[in-house]
């Protein structure tokens, strides 16, 4: 009787099962082709800011033919339209700015933003190497910062902002290296299936050249085996609303995404066909800081998240503050929600130039928000609360408490933090600009559980070989909440680790 190894049982399990499903897609498990159509090095599947770290260190250690594919028709998924800030805990920035930072401070506050439920040694790996990932940045691919600020969560001020105030100031830059490399990046090539030797090693992938999303059977079937094994660096699942149902039920299609179309999940379904575990998969996190005003991410969260502890958010039915404006995103997202309408958050104009515009957010942002109307200008208090309907009385009464709390550097009502370079919220200070927030699906916390050299694991927690993951399409990394600005170090650390695992491979 031929024997068959765990996975193998697994992915025949998985084809029995879907032959009974029509139209399962790709749920046969891919055999290696007699004749490959190509043989490269290393493949990594994804441009965002995991596939191309992973991509740049592979070349630097010296990898030879490095391939980077993606399904879509212009790169950096997600990473692209991101906030524009890494975390870094203990930089020369910070150090200049007065702030005291360490890769334990760090660890302390991801593990508490996760509720405990963060892998720790995954955690502990992006805190210890955050400080380097910073000057790999800088100094090596040549990303110019503009300032440190403060995100939700954190413990200090740690956001390094890169003076493009989005992902693109990373990923340019990170296309421009590639370029300089010779590594190429091939658009519009989508993953159909991973492929296994007969050991269980991940040794190629089955693609499709020529695809146009989302039409499933586009393009032309290629097999293209790889030495060094496959990089999973293909995102999350926050635009597959029935995958993401299937984890959370409540997120219908009635929440909006902050995600790209094409973060679906794939390549996470492909990895499960194996017998990949995952791990955290119903912690789904949505994005507090989202404007009903604009679709997508938009422009009002690099607003929001530096103002956080410098201006209130309301109730504008009550005018009542109902959370901690500076706690992590799950905090104030479910508070949101529970409210059930957007609220309202404003701040006055000196806060607003002091924190946000020319470092979380350019001028040019700055005037595009107010032009779209997503933010409003208002003289006085008065008239931001007529606008908004709010009831003046209570706002007025609401706002002059939370002065106070400024002042006193002390929110007995919710522990909002506040900083020393707050001013008070009024006229004298104003005029006062006002937005509505309503939160969006954003980050799926969950996906394909990896060890601390990103590899991807199976359900009785044996590494795959041949298989690496990092970024959104792996979990366990942050736990329950993802803090700010973390998720771009978590990328970029574990895409290059995979480089450096993968690089160590030597066939028996």
Not at 123 to 140: G, M
Not at 323 to 336: F, H, L, P, S
């Amino acid at each position: 009787m031929a024997s068959i190894s765990r996975r193998g049982f697994l992915g025949a399990a998985a084809a029995s099962a879907a032959a009974f499903v029509p139209g399962a897609a790709g749920a046969l498990t891919e055999k290696a082709p007699r004749k490959w159509d190509e043989t490269v090095e290393y493949l990594i599947v994804g441009t965002g800011f995991a596939g191309l770290a992973s991509a740049i260190e592979a070349h630097t250690l010296g990898m030879k033919n490095v391939v980077v594919i993606e399904k879509m028709a212009f790169p950096g998924g997600n990473s692209v339209i991101n906030g524009g800030a890494v975390a870094a805990a203990g930089t020369d920035m910070q150090e200049k700015a007065g702030i005291k930072d360490s890769a334990d401070l760090l660890y302390r506050d991801i593990l508490k933003a996760g509720g405990g439920i963060a892998h720790p040694d995954l955690a502990r790996h992006i805190a210890d190497e955050s400080v380097e990932n910073f000057y790999w940045l800088r100094d090596k691919i040549g990303v110019k910062f503009a300032a440190v600020t403060y995100h939700g969560g954190h413990s200090v001020k740690r956001s390094h902002s890169n003076t493009a105030h989005q992902g693109s100031g990373f990923i340019e830059p990170m296309l421009k290296v590639c370029e300089k490399y010779g590594i190429p990046i091939r658009m519009r090539t989508y993953l159909e299936a991973l492929i296994e030797d007969e050991k269980g090693r991940v040794v190629g992938a089955k693609i499709r050249e020529g695809y146009v999303f989302p039409k499933e059977k586009s393009g032309k079937v290629k097999y293209v085996r790889s030495k060094k094994g496959v990089m999973l660096a293909c995102g999350g699942f926050a635009q597959n609303v029935k995958m993401r149902m299937s984890h959370d039920p409540r997120l219908t299609s009635a929440f909006g995404s902050t995600n790209h179309p094409g973060a679906t999940g794939e390549g996470i379904q492909e990895a499960q066909f194996l017998g990949a575990n995952t791990v955290h998969m119903d912690w789904i996190q949505l994005g507090p800081w989202t404007s009903p005003d604009e679709q997508g991410f938009g422009l009002c969260p690099l607003l929001t998240e530096p103002l956080v502890g410098y201006g209130p958010m309301v109730d504008p039915k009550t005018a009542k503050r109902f959370v901690m404006e500076t706690g992590n995103r799950k905090v104030r997202a479910d508070a949101i929600v529970a409210i059930g309408h957007p609220v309202v958050m404003y701040a006055c104009e000196k806060n607003i130039m002091n924190q946000a515009v020319g470092k979380n957010l350019s001028e040019k942002m700055w005037a595009e928000l107010q032009k779209s109307g997503v933010v409003h200008k208002f003289a006085t208090l008065k008239e931001l609360a007529a606008f908004y309907n709010i009831p003046y009385d209570a706002l007025q009464a609401q706002n002059e408490k939370f002065n106070g709390y400024m002042k006193a550097m002390k929110d007995p009502d919710f522990n909002c933090k506040f900083f020393k370079d707050g001013v008070p919220n009024t006229e004298a200070n104003g005029p006062f600009y006002g937005w509505r927030l309503w939160p969006r699906v954003h980050h799926c916390m969950g996906g394909l559980e990896i060890n601390n050299k990103a590899q991807v694991l199976d359900a009785r927690g044996n590494v795959i070989p041949g298989l690496y993951a990092a970024g959104e399409a792996t979990g366990g990394v942050h736990g329950m909440v993802r803090l700010g600005t973390v998720a771009v170090a978590d990328c970029m650390i574990f895409g290059r680790t995979a480089a450096r695992t993968a690089k160590a491979y030597k066939p028996a």
